[in-house]
């Protein structure tokens, strides 16, 4: 045992969270937590935990689940493609493992979805095996306390990390020190304003003594933000229905559904999509902008700059859904939100 781990440990018994992936060594659930968690606050993410347990509370009722139920609980996450694979992954353990969760490091990343962090959690929390964990957290104490300049996202500095945490490791408290580690990144080495006075591991922390806290970890920068332009048809019939459609293919919100969609380089007006309409043999009686301001949604690469247009028709619209059924269709969070407001006034 090292200084360093020893200390990590000793902090971690009295000030860890309370949590109930922490009460169970069930690799289902800890699977559960960890994807739910990938790019996700605690406060977040914990209620859509118990609605999983709840609702799956064993691997085999999430495999046997239809895929847009999952969505559908999912639905205010984002990231959807970590529920999808989550799904494939449940399907896989059931089918290929009569949903006995593999023990393996090296079987248990190649579930879908599962990458080296995830599948490192899982062996080391419910197996014992002494893979360390390289989360956000974990990045950011190891960059700090050794002053590390390597950028966490290159594949130089992955590999360097992923060796010093396993160098660093405690390996008679393996389960115990990777949440400990990952803990006191998210609680007491924050990325803003860490408590840097009240930290047990300041006196030998090289960023606190060269005052690179804030410079401390470097990262690549990304590239430009995609800025994009959405027009959604809001389609609603004299029976009151509605449409919506399901995404294909790759890109954002893959199986979720949205209304009829224009994309275009700038966003457009009433009286263009009624022309356009009305030559596509459509005869919408009345086009109405539902708000004049644009709702600007920020994904991480992009900038979804967003109108939506009620599009009023007199006959019955085809595969038309009643509006207050659109709540069982699995939707992204910018269509979701604006049908909450939309059917709070329309009814």
């Given amino acids: 045992m090292t200084i360093f781990s020893k200390t990590i440990l000793n902090w971690y018994s009295k000030n860890k969270r309370e949590l109930p992936w922490r009460q169970t060594r ?3 659930r800890i699977w559960l937590s960890e994807v ?3 790019q996700t606050r605690v406060a977040q993410g914990l209620p859509y935990y118990e609605k999983f347990i709840t609702q799956y509370p064993n691997i085999f009722e999430l495999a046997k689940a239809g895929e847009q139920e999952v969505l559908r609980l999912w639905q205010g996450l984002g990231y959807y493609s970590r529920a999808r694979n989550m799904h494939l ?3 896989t353990v059931v089918e290929e493992y009569q949903g006995e969760f593999p ?3 090296d079987q248990i990343i190649k579930l879908k979805g599962i990458g080296d962090y995830t599948a490192s959690a899982i062996a080391s929390i419910c197996f014992g095996a002494p893979t360390p964990v390289v989360d956000g957290n974990v990045y950011r104490v190891l960059a700090r306390y050794f002053g590390i300049d390597l950028p966490i996202n290159s594949s130089e500095g992955i590999r360097y990390f992923k ?3 396993l160098e660093v490791m405690d390996e008679n408290e393996i389960a115990n020190y990777n949440q400990a580690i990952m803990e006191f990144g998210a609680i007491q080495c924050k990325p803003q304003s860490p408590d840097c006075p009240g930290c047990p591991l300041n006196k030998k922390c090289l960023a606190l003594q060269q005052n690179r806290i804030s410079e401390l970890p470097v990262k690549l920068k990304k590239g430009k933000v995609r800025i994009r332009h959405f027009n959604y048809l809001v389609y609603i019939d004299n029976q009151g229905n509605t449409l919506l459609n399901k995404r294909l293919g ?3 919100w893959q199986h979720l559904y949205e209304f009829p969609l224009i994309e275009s380089d700038r966003l457009l007006e009433p009286e263009e999509v009624y022309n356009s309409l009305t030559q596509e ?3 919408p009686n009345e086009i109405v902008l539902w708000r004049k301001d644009p709702v600007i949604h920020k994904l991480s690469h992009q900038h979804l700059i967003t109108r939506f247009l009620i599009v009023e028709m007199e006959e019955e619209l085809t595969n038309g859904i009643p509006l207050e059924n659109t709540e069982h269709y699995p939707t992204p969070v910018l ?3 604006f049908l909450n407001t939309f059917k709070n006034l329309y009814f």
Wanted: proline content about 4%; hydrophobic content about 35%.
């Fill in 26 to 28: 069930d690799p289902y």
């Fill in 36 to 38: 739910i968690l990938q």
């Fill in 89 to 91: 992954a449940a399907k």
């Fill in 103 to 105: 023990s393996s490091y």
């Fill in 163 to 165: 060796n010093l945490a």
């Fill in 250 to 252: 790759k890109g954002i």
């Fill in 281 to 283: 043999d459509k005869s």
């Fill in 335 to 337: 269509v979701s939100e």
